[in-house]
C-alpha cells in the first residue's frame, strides 16, 4: 500500500481532513500559519532553488528553524525532506558541480538536519543514473547511515525520469534491500510498481484541469478543488493502482 500525499495549491488545505497533502517550505512564505487536521509532508524546495539559484536559499541550520516552527503551529507534520542537491541536467549545469560533489553535499545536509530535528527528517538518494544512485546507497552507508532504518527515503531526481519501467526497476532493486522508498510527482509508478512506501503528486489537479467536474461544484473547473482531491485520493489510494 502506497500512502498518496497530494501536493496542495495552499497551505489552508491543511485545515481539511480526509486527504494526506505534501508542500513545499516557500508555500508558508509570508502565510498565516494553519493548524493541520490532516497528515501531511514537507518538501524542502531544494532542487527548484538549485535549478534557479544554483544554491540552496537555507542553511540546514535555518531550514530546521523553518522546520521546528512547523511542527509546533501547524502540526501532524509527519515526513520532512532534507535539503537534497538535486542531480537533474539543469541543477547540474546551474551549480557546475559534479553528481559527485551533489551526492555529497545531499547526504552532509542529510547528517546535519538528522541531528538538528530527529527521525522526522528522510533522507535523499541524488545520482544522474541508475547506477549513480545505487552508489549513493554506499555513499550514505559510508557516512554511517543505515537507510534499512529510515522511515522513508526520497528517491530524488531520477524517480522524475521516464521510462516508468526503468525507474521502476531501480525502485524494486531498492526495495529489495530492504528501504522504504518515496518518489517526487510519479504517482504514474504506483501501477509500474508495488514498492513505493510513499509519494507526493498533483495528478489529481491535471486530471481535473482537463476532464468534467467529478461533483456538483460551482468552480469552472476542479483542479483547485479540495472535494476533487478526496475523490482523486480514495479512488487511488484503494486501488493503489495508477489512473
Ligand atoms: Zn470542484
Not at 497551505?11 to 486527504?19: A, E, F, H, I, S
Not at 527548484?48 to 502540526?75: I, N, S
Not at 547528517?111 to 527528517?121: E, F, M, P, T
Request: hydrophobic fraction near 45%; include cysteine; charge should be negative.
Amino acid at each position: 500500500m502506497t500512502t498518496l500525499y497530494l501536493r496542495a495549491p495552499d497551505p489552508d488545505w491543511l485545515t481539511q481532513p480526509g486527504v494526506p497533502l505534501a508542500l513545499d517550505l516557500n508555500q508558508f512564505t509570508g502565510r498565516a500559519l494553519p493548524a493541520a487536521a490532516t497528515e501531511w509532508l514537507l518538501h524542502s524546495g531544494t532542487p527548484a532553488e538549485l535549478a534557479t539559484e544554483g544554491a540552496p536559499k537555507l542553511t540546514a541550520r535555518q531550514y530546521a528553524a523553518e522546520v521546528r516552527r512547523l511542527v509546533l503551529d501547524v502540526g501532524r507534520l509527519e515526513h520532512v525532506s532534507s535539503q537534497n542537491w538535486d542531480c537533474s541536467p539543469l541543477a547540474l549545469s546551474r551549480t557546475t558541480l559534479a553528481v559527485g560533489h551533489h551526492q555529497r553535499n545531499t547526504i552532509s545536509n542529510y547528517l546535519a538536519l538528522r541531528d538538528l530535528l530527529g527521525d522526522i527528517v528522510f533522507p535523499v538518494l541524488e545520482g544522474a543514473t541508475a547506477s549513480e544512485v545505487l552508489r549513493c546507497v554506499d555513499l550514505y552507508d559510508k557516512a554511517g547511515v543505515n537507510l534499512t532504518r529510515a522511515d522513508l527515503v526520497g528517491l530524488g531526481s531520477v524517480s522524475r525520469r521516464k521510462p516508468a519501467a526503468d525507474t521502476a526497476r531501480l525502485i524494486d532493486a531498492l526495495a529489495a534491500i530492504g528501504l522504504n522508498l518515496h518518489a517526487d510527482d510519479r504517482h504514474d509508478l504506483i501501477g509500474t510498481t508495488g514498492n513505493l512506501a510513499a509519494a507526493s503528486t498533483a495528478a489529481w489537479t491535471t486530471g481535473a484541469a482537463t476532464s468534467d467536474p467529478l461533483h456538483e461544484c460551482t468552480r469552472a473547473t476542479c483542479a483547485h478543488c479540495h472535494l476533487t482531491a478526496r475523490l482523486w485520493h480514495d479512488q487511488h489510494a484503494l486501488a493503489g493502482v495508477a489512473a
